[in-house]
Each structure stands twice: as structure tokens, then as C-alpha cells.
């Protein structure tokens, strides 16, 4: 995976070297530390979060006496890995499911994040799972977004629907809302407006879509190339919107991975699908175990 691959080889770098060695001493452990940290800052972990996870793993590291230990460098690889799990959330979260349907997902974020494309592609893995998802198209202001749901739509077989844009979003939620109970869709994903940065007037908006449908889950779509800035979009929307989740999308990109390992210590809120492609099909489950798995090889 191009995603994390400079964390990915320093890590491994360090790691090698303590396999070498038959002893570990605590220099050693603290040499290889250092390393990890830098290797952290260097792929845009948030510093507070770096801090931590350093403090923990070297507290194992000593709780475990790994200078005793005949294979040292594989106890702490694998402290390691069960931190970077933890850091991602530790288990995969689902998606809420509501006990009556329709299961209401607001999918919000930035422009340019991957919202759309991301609303087809979740819209694609739900009818995997024998769903029958409605895609409401809610953004009206970015030009051709409604004709890229309706494509998108079309190339899977998932109903859209489109008041057009000379209908407010709010009016355009709550009638969609109405056709998928009409039409018995078990989802209804809304695809929102996003902005080029977060403003109060698009928080409103969001806000009152809210209000009107209740949703189940409010997933935030953030690019995770743009790294500690996806993480500081993250918390504002949290802070105002109260997400459920986040989808990273652009993993497939060359991100080097701040965004993964900050995102959920720093705002919460976990990570439950991440997009690796532009193609429909490339959303998948966020497995954290997976993931550190990936990174450290
Ligand atoms: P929106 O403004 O948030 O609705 O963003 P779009 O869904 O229009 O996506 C913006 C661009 O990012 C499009 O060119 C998408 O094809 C692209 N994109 C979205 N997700 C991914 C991804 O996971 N990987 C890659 N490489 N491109 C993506």
C-alpha cells in the first residue's frame, strides 16, 4: 500500500535492528523509541498523541522486563502493534443500524473530500449485504454534484433522489426521508454540501438537515492526505454536528498516515470505513488491527 510507506519502512528499520540483538538493553529500548517518535512526527501524527503512545509503549516495554526476554525485539514489535491498534480505535465499529427502518446516515465533510463518491460507494456495500439503500442528493451549490450521485447511482442500481437545486436541502432531506419509507429503502444515505472551509453558514444548514431527519449516524468524510488539517476539520465537526464516525478516504494516495493514527485518539470518534480508490468498489470496513498490521509489515 503506497499509504504509510515511509512510516512503514522507518518502522521496520527500527525494528530490524532490535531483532539483531540477542540482549536489549534500556538504552537500546530508549534508542528505538526516539526513532518511533520521530518516525510518528515525521508522518503528521498529532504531537500530544505521539507523546502518549510513546509513554505507554515504554511502560509496557519496562513492565514486561524485555531486556529477560530471549526473543526482545519481537515483545516489543508486538507492544507496538497492540498500541497502533489501540490508537485506531482498537476494534472495528459498525455501523449503527436503527431498530426501525430506515437507518438515516448523513454523510458530511469538506468539498472535495470524496462525500459523493463516497455515498455511492457506501450505498454499493450495503446492497452487498442484501440492502436497498436510497441516495438523496442535499447538494444543491456545487455544480454537477447532483449529476454525479444520479451517475453513480445509475452504475450500481441504487434509487436517487433529487429535487433539483432550487429546493433547500432541508426540503429536499425531509421528502427523501419520506419517498425511502414510501418505497421501503432499509438506508437512506443524504449526500450534504461541503465547503472549501468550515463556515457557520454551512454548519446551519447541516445542522437543520439534522434536526429534520435525525440521523443514526453522522459520518464525516475527510481526505487523508491532507493529514493533522483532516484531524483539525474532524474536531470541529464534531464539536458542532456530534459525529459518529469518520471515513478516510484517499488511502490509496501517498498520505503519509497522521490523519489514520490521530483522528480517533484526538476527537473520539472512530474510524469505520476508509476508501482506497476512485473505483465504487474501493470503501472497505476500518479494521484497526488490520491496519497497524499493514503499517508495521
Ligand atoms: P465531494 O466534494 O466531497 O463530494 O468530493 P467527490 O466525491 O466529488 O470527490 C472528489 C475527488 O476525489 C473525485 O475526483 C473523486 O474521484 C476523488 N476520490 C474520492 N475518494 C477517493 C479515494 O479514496 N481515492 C482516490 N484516489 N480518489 C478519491
Sequence with gaps: MAAFESLSNRLQNVFSKLKGKGKVSEADVNDAM?????????ADVNFKVVKD???????????????????????????VNKE????????QVKLVKAN???????????QGAGKT??????????????????????DIYRPAAIKQLQVLGEQIGAPVFSLGDKTSPVDIAKAGLQHAKDNGNDYVIFDTAGRLHIDEELMDELKRIHEHVTPDEVLLVVDAMTGQDAVNVAQSFHEQLELSGVVLTKLDGDTRGGAALSVKAVTGCPIKFAAM??????LEPFHPERMASRILG
Excluded at 56 to 79: C, H, N, Q, R, Y
Excluded at 100 to 110: H, Q
Excluded at 117 to 138: D, E, F, I, M, R
Excluded at 277 to 282: F, P
Design 53 to 79: 503512545f510513546i509513554a505507554k509503549v515504554k511502560e509496557k516495554a519496562i513492565g514486561l522486563d524485555v531486556s529477560k526476554s530471549f526473543t526482545p525485539g519481537m515483545v516489543i514489535i508486538d507492544i
Design 277 to 282: 480508490g476512485e473505483k465504487i468498489d474501493s
Design 100 to 110: 426501525k427502518p430506515p437507518t438515516v446516515i448523513m454523510m458530511v465533510g469538506l
Design 117 to 138: 463518491t463516497t455515498s455511492g460507494k457506501l450505498a454499493k456495500l450495503l446492497q452487498k449485504g442484501n440492502h436497498k439503500p436510497l441516495l438523496v442528493a442535499c
Design 34 to 42: 526516539r526513532e518511533v517518535r520521530l518516525a510518528l512526527l515525521e
Design 84 to 91: 497502533l491498534t489501540e490508537l485506531m480505535g482498537g476494534t
